[in-house]
């Protein structure tokens, strides 16, 4: 039950990591942190081969962070104890299938504002009402209301371009998934990547159809020479 849990505040880390917690920590971070000790509670972490490859970027980033300001930085601290969670305790299918959903919700709810915006000129806001953001002195209250008048709708997302990037990954898995159906899902929401507007975010969908056009092109060839 705890592992689920876990999973689901994993693949919710984006949307969540908008709002505060505790200690200038999001509220995302602190969630996945209190349902891993949770997991560690009632089975032991198993970590893989590929994480010891995580400790030399950890001891450079921990140096910098010391010579810079003299201290330990706790987001370092606590990213890496999630990260050690997420490696023992994450499960590929589970979050796959959770991502999944988000993304689809994520999109209904950015064409919901994009419409109500046409419609009555007024967009609704994403965001979890009583729960402080991460920007601003005022709980995100002035930032809120830049959002609402802005051109752009962001969906849960505090940017356009946050939620571009929250979509990117799911195309590329509908594209290199080598199903017809998947490949139809990718040129839609390529399609809406379009409409959110974000330069990043059509830079890299750029490059990801030219990379799933010479893959094809590759794999062509292997079988017409084969």
Request: aromatic share 20%; with cysteine; proline share 4%.
């Amino acid at each position: 039950m705890f592992r689920f849990i876990f999973n689901f505040f994993l693949a919710c880390y984006p949307i969540l990591s908008a709002y505060k917690g505790f200690f200038s920590l999001d509220l995302g971070s602190i969630l996945v942190f209190i349902f891993g000790l949770l997991c560690l509670i009632s089975e032991p972490l198993k970590l893989p081969r590929y994480f010891y490859g995580y400790w030399p970027f950890f001891i450079i980033a921990l140096a910098c962070c010391i010579l810079s300001s003299g201290t330990i930085p706790l987001w370092l601290v606590l990213y890496t104890v999630n990260f050690i969670f997420a490696t023992s305790y994450g499960n590929l299918n589970q979050l796959l299938k959770i991502y999944s959903l988000l993304v689809y919700a994520s999109v209904f709810y950015f064409i919901f504002q994009e419409i109500t915006y046409f419609v009555a000129g007024v967009r609704m806001s994403g965001f979890i009402p009583g729960i402080p953001l991460i920007y601003g002195d005022d709980g995100g209250v002035a930032y809120t209301i830049h959002l609402l008048q802005s051109e752009r709708s962001s969906s849960f997302f505090l940017e356009p371009s946050y939620l571009a990037q929250f979509i990117y990954p799911y195309i590329a898995f509908l594209l290199f998934s080598n199903n017809s159906n998947d490949i139809k899902k990718a040129v839609v929401m390529s399609t809406l990547l379009f409409w959110v507007k974000s330069g990043i975010g059509i830079f890299l969908l750029l490059i990801l159809w030219s990379a799933w056009l010479l893959n094809s092109r590759m794999t062509a060839k292997r079988k017409v020479a084969i």
